[in-house]
């Protein structure tokens, strides 16, 4: 396989995983009953929408002229969260309410790992990437979607010690 082939099979999967990303946190932010949390979902979308389409126009200009073309500006950074905060995702008075938050727990789960596995599919491909272009491109992603993945362990983090004890999740002893 040509490293044109390898990079265009990289940029379809990449925009697949952002695509994957916008569809579950517009989903997260349809079906959690708190509102911070809607916010912050639709944001998350917001951000897998630009990724996604800043993508598609590299794969096209690739498909075109055989190069990436690419600028930190077309990927702006502003998120809705703020990651330093204690409670990043959910309102303050969401962890009043964590007995029946059984849906936006496990989106934190989902989140998480989708988060993770866009961090790991991202590093693979700048190391893959003999374009200079693209290995920027694809560490920059990595490192944005590092920002989303410690918002939401940090959430996850916060309310979980509150989750299991309201659940009984934890073992008898």
Do not use: C
């Amino acid at each position: 396989m040509s490293d044109k082939d390898i990079l265009t099979m990289i940029l379809k999967d990449a925009i697949k995983v952002e695509s994957d990303g916008y569809h579950f946190y517009k989903m997260a932010a349809e079906k959690t009953t708190d509102p911070k949390g809607k916010e912050i979902f639709e944001s998350l979308a917001s951000d897998e929408i630009e990724h996604m389409e800043a993508l598609k126009k590299q794969y096209q200009l690739y498909q075109n002229e055989g190069k990436l073309d690419w600028q930190e500006k077309e990927f702006e950074k502003k998120s809705a969260f703020d990651p330093s905060s204690e409670s990043p995702i959910f309102s303050d008075d969401f962890k009043e309410r964590i007995t029946d938050s059984h849906f936006e727990m496990t989106a934190l789960s989902i989140g998480i790992m989708l988060e993770q596995n866009s961090i790991d599919f991202y590093r693979k491909s700048a190391e893959k990437s003999e374009d200079p272009q693209a290995k920027k491109l694809f560490s920059y992603l990595a490192s944005w979607e590092g920002e989303h993945l410690r918002a939401l362990i940090a959430q996850q983090n916060y309310l979980k010690e509150e989750y299991w004890t309201e659940n009984r999740f934890f073992p008898s002893i």
